[in-house]
């Protein structure tokens, strides 16, 4: 797997920022990418090593559009818990390019 596809986006909720406080970041994430993808990915991105990954599949939701009613579905993601070795709090915008 490429490690460029791997991490999709941080996720910004109030429960997200709420875990980075216990230095616990959310990312979006390939739906096909393994732990130890994500690890690498993740510990070449930011340059600190990773000490766990959680991740857990969302289910696809069903929305209707337009006047007519008509149902798509939107497609399922996948997020990752990630704990950092190194305690102290960082920005997700340090990233090495």
Known sequence: MILENVIKAPVVTEKA????K?????FFIDRDATKI???????TLFGRT??????TRLPKKTRSAGR????????????AYVKFTESTPFE?????K
């Open 22 to 26: 216990e230095g616990i970041y959310v």
């Open 17 to 20: 920022i709420g875990l980075n």
């Open 50 to 55: 990773v000490s766990s990954v959680k991740t």
């Open 92 to 96: 997700l915008q340090m990233v090495k």
């Open 68 to 79: 007519s009613g008509t149902v798509t579905k939107r497609q399922s993601k996948r997020k």
């Open 37 to 43: 993808d994500i690890k690498i990915a993740l510990s």
